[in-house]
């Protein structure tokens, strides 16, 4: 087998072994946050509110919770994993190998994707105790996911590169993903708020992502999801070109 | 052939820093190469570069032919290195650490599980191989990061300090096994603070002061630079004067305990004939301090002037 290969091998391998290892602090908490949200959200206040796109509120809350998942356990694989060996200086196992930091980075980013797919399996999973699922679009929830779980990893890496302390670690994900998720159309459709809000919304990255993978599944969207698939596979492109330069040239783990 | 040729190679921290002023060093392959130096003389800084965890500012680093900056991979796959500091995580189990390290360069699995064995068997942790790195002591954690160095079998293998902290029935295996390394072709370059290690295990030597090589040279030539030494002479019956000893500059350190210098012109038969006429028995002999330890000290002082005023 090609060295490239066994070394790419090794690293997700090593990453899964790490989140499956710590379930309890990776898998189980999204089930069980996805679990109150679809009782809360879903049953108590949904029952009192109007169908959305004439689908029920815990219907159309699901597709916005699986992403949300997906997105934020990948971002926290990447961004934890490469920072935790940074921190425990492990990381110089990969840097004085032969391995080029092409492999790093696809090692980091797959291990990332794996988490967070396992993790949207896992809130799709608890969503069917709730709700029936018939997915309208499956080849697009596939690649909606797959390139979600693909930013978000990449987006994790480079918080993890430039992360110096635990603290940076958690900036990101508290101050800027959890309001751009809320306000990305999670919870509600966009076409409830005035055209001004509207129009700021469409800046949000996340909106387009999770309109794009709601239309995979239930078939409906307040967006054009051709603009959700271009703005993902762009946000792709620049993160993975800026990763891989940050690693060729040692930012953050070399002096 | 040179294992390892570095050319006017200078590193300046961010912080301005010139960790390293131009310094030349040249290891033949087959060496045991000692670098030596004060706390912060570059020599860690050194190694991070030939292990490319230092981005240096200028300079040529060559590898067994392979140009650092052109070729790092053939670099990387040539060297081993074992850090002074621990770089691993604790939380993994100790043969998973020799796998996945085997399995960054590269190393098909079962290759690797094999190695794996063979090293963890020979550092002596075999029977701790799946018990997590933490639960190891700390000379068993050296001994890993030893054979995690050695799984991509490298033609040279760097070790930073890698008896710091490790009891003396320890040490003396590790030399035992580097040296046994070593004559089989492994070039090893060896920094230290114990010169008594660096005298019984090196070939040749290069001391680095403030980021600038004050010395380099064969270990032996190094040593018989040495004009005067110090040796201690336990005695068999108490003595309660000083003994004359006609050329030798005698010092009693107590009843039963004398202190001679003899320069590089006297023997010591003579010396222990001078005191056979004085009628002192000596049952045990001694250098005050380690020879090299004792050049390392003068060479050291005598750059003092030189490097203060940069």
Not at chain 1, 60 to 81: E, H, R
Not at chain 2, 79 to 93: C, L, T, W, Y
Request: proline share 3%.
């Amino acid at each position: 087998m090609n060295k490239n290969l066994i070394s790419l091998q090794t690293i997700v391998r090593k990453e899964v072994v790490r989140f499956i290892r710590i379930w309890s602090q990776t898998l189980l908490p999204p089930a069980i946050t996805m679990t109150l949200y679809f009782i809360i959200f879903g049953k108590l206040i949904g029952s009192q509110i109007h169908s959305i796109h004439d689908y029920s509120y815990m219907e159309y809350i699901v597709p916005g919770l699986v992403m949300m998942s997906i997105m934020t356990n990948a971002y926290a694989n990447t961004s934890s994993s490469f920072f935790g060996s940074k921190f425990n200086r492990s990381i110089e196992e990969m840097l004085v190998s032969s391995m080029p930091s092409i492999v790093i980075l696809l090692g980091f980013m797959v291990g990332g994707v794996l988490r967070g797919l396992v993790v949207g399996v896992v809130v799709v999973l608890v969503s069917l105790f709730f709700t029936h699922l018939k997915i309208q679009h499956p080849g697009l929830v596939f690649m909606i996911a797959l390139l979600a779980a693909m930013v978000f990893s990449l987006g994790g890496l480079i918080n993890g590169i430039f992360a110096k302390k635990f603290d940076d670690v958690s900036f990101i994900p508290t101050f800027v993903l959890t309001p751009l998720t809320y306000l990305g159309g999670v919870f509600y459709s966009i076409k409830q708020l005035p055209e001004f809000w509207q129009n700021i919304s469409l800046l949000n990255p996340v909106l387009s992502i999770v309109d794009t993978f709601r239309f995979g599944i239930l078939g409906t969207s307040d967006l054009n999801i051709y603009y959700g698939l271009s703005l993902v596979v762009s946000l792709f492109f620049v993160l993975f070109f800026w990763c891989w330069w940050l690693l060729s040239r040692g930012a953050g783990v070399r002096t | 052939m040179k294992a390892l040729s570095v050319k006017n190679l200078r590193k300046v921290y961010s912080t301005g820093l010139e960790a390293l002023k131009g310094i030349d060093l040249d290891v033949e392959e087959g060496d045991f190469f000692a670098l030596l130096g004060q706390n912060g003389a570059g020599k860690s800084t050194a190694i991070g570069i030939l292990c490319s965890l230092v981005n240096k500012t200028s300079g040529t680093v060559k590898v067994f032919g392979h140009d650092l900056d052109h070729e790092l991979r053939a670099v990387k796959d040539c060297i081993g290195v074992v850090p002074q500091e621990m770089n691993f995580s604790i939380f993994e189990k100790v043969k998973d650490i020799l796998i996945n390290q085997a399995g960054y360069y590269g190393i098909p699995r079962k290759i690797a599980e094999t190695r794996a064995e063979f090293y963890l068997k020979k550092m002596g942790i075999w029977e701790k191989r799946d018990q997590i790195a933490l639960r190891l002591s700390g000379g068993m954690k050296r001994r890993l990061m030893i054979a995690r160095a050695l799984i991509n079998e490298p033609r040279l293998l760097i070790l930073d300090e890698p008896t710091a902290g490790v009891d003396i029935e320890l040490r003396h295996s590790l030399w035992q096994f580097l040296k046994e390394l070593n004559e089989k072709g492994t070039t090893i370059i060896l920094t230290t603070h114990y010169l008594e290690e660096a005298e019984y295990l090196c070939k040749h030597l290069a001391i680095i002061h403030h980021g600038k090589l004050i010395e380099q040279s064969n270990m032996k030539e190094l040593v018989n630079r040495l004009h005067v030494q110090t040796i201690i002479l336990d005695l068999k019956n108490p003595l309660f004067e000083t003994p004359a000893l006609q050329n030798y500059p005698v010092h009693r350190v107590d009843d039963v305990t004398l202190e001679v210098e003899i320069n590089k012109n006297q023997s010591i038969n003579d010396l222990y004939e001078k005191l056979n006429q004085a009628g002192v028995t000596v049952i045990g002999m001694r250098n005050k301090v380690n020879r090299l330890e004792e050049l390392f000290v003068k060479l050291i002082a005598k750059n003092k002037g030189t490097t203060s005023h940069e």
